[in-house]
C-alpha cells in the first residue's frame, strides 16, 4: 500500500476511535488521557527524527485524538469548540499528504452524520457542510507547502552542485597555474597561466547565466 493509504487508514481508525471513546467507561479519565498522549507527542519527537514520516503521522494521530475528544466530549456537533476542526483539516494537510484533508473531511461527515438525531434542522446541518467547504483550501494549502518544500530542496541540491562544480573548477585550473609557476621558464608558461586564468573566466561567467 502506499504511503498516503496507509496514513488514510490510520486516520480513519483514529476518528472512529475519537467518536466510540465518550460513550466508554473511560471518558472519566479524558485529562489523562489527554495528557499522556502529549506525554507520547515528546517522546515520540526525541526517538524519531523530527522531520521523519513516522513522527509526523504519530503527532497527527495524537492532534485528532487529542481536538476530536474535546469536541465530541462538549457537545459533538453543539460544541464551542467546533472550529478545532478546521484547524485540525489544515495541520493534517501540513503535517502529512494534502489528499489527507478529503478523506479526513469524508470521515467526519459521515460520523457527525450518525450521531445526529433524526429530523434535525438545516441549521444543524451548518457546521458539517462547513467541513466540505474548508477543505478545497486545506488541500490547496497542502499542496503549496509540499510544492515549497521541494524547490527547497532542490534549491540546497543545486546549492551543493553549485560548491561541488566551483571548487573543482578552481583546483583544477589553480593546479595547472600553481605548476606554470613553478616551471616558468619564459613566455610559454606565462601564456599557459593567461589561458587558464582566461578559462576559469569564462567558465564562471557561463555557469553564472
Not at 466510540?20 to 495528557?35: D, G, M, R, V, W
Not at 453543539?78 to 478529503?102: H, M
Not at 459521515?110 to 438545516?122: R, V
Request: a positive charge.
Amino acid at each position: 500500500m502506499t504511503k498516503e493509504i496507509v496514513h488514510s487508514l490510520v486516520l480513519v481508525f483514529t476518528i472512529v476511535l475519537t467518536f466510540i471513546f465518550p460513550k466508554t467507561n473511560l471518558a472519566s479519565y479524558e485529562l489523562q488521557i489527554t495528557a499522556g498522549l502529549f506525554v507520547i507527542l515528546y517522546l515520540a519527537k526525541k526517538i524519531f527524527v523530527p522531520e521523519s514520516s513516522q513522527s509526523r503521522l504519530i503527532e497527527s494521530v495524537i492532534f485528532t485524538l487529542v481536538i476530536l475528544g474535546i469536541i465530541n466530549s462538549t457537545g459533538g456537533l453543539s460544541s464551542p469548540f467546533f472550529f478545532l476542526n478546521y484547524f485540525l483539516l489544515f495541520s493534517l494537510s501540513l503535517l502529512l499528504e494534502p489528499i489527507i484533508s478529503i478523506t479526513t473531511t469524508l470521515t467526519l461527515i459521515i460520523f457527525f452524520l450518525f450521531s445526529l438525531p433524526a429530523n434535525q434542522s438545516f441549521s444543524t446541518l451548518l457546521p458539517i457542510i462547513s467541513l466540505a467547504f474548508i477543505t478545497p483550501f486545506a488541500l490547496y494549502l497542502g499542496e503549496e507547502h509540499r510544492k515549497n518544500e521541494k524547490l527547497k530542496v532542490k534549491n540546497e541540491k543545486t546549492k551543493e552542485e553549485t560548491f561541488l562544480f566551483l571548487s573543482l573548477l578552481l583546483k583544477n585550473h589553480l593546479k595547472n597555474i600553481k605548476e606554470a609557476i613553478e616551471n616558468f621558464v619564459g613566455d610559454h608558461e606565462l601564456t599557459s597561466i593567461r589561458k587558464s586564468v582566461s578559462r576559469m573566466e569564462k567558465l564562471i561567467e557561463k555557469f553564472e547565466k
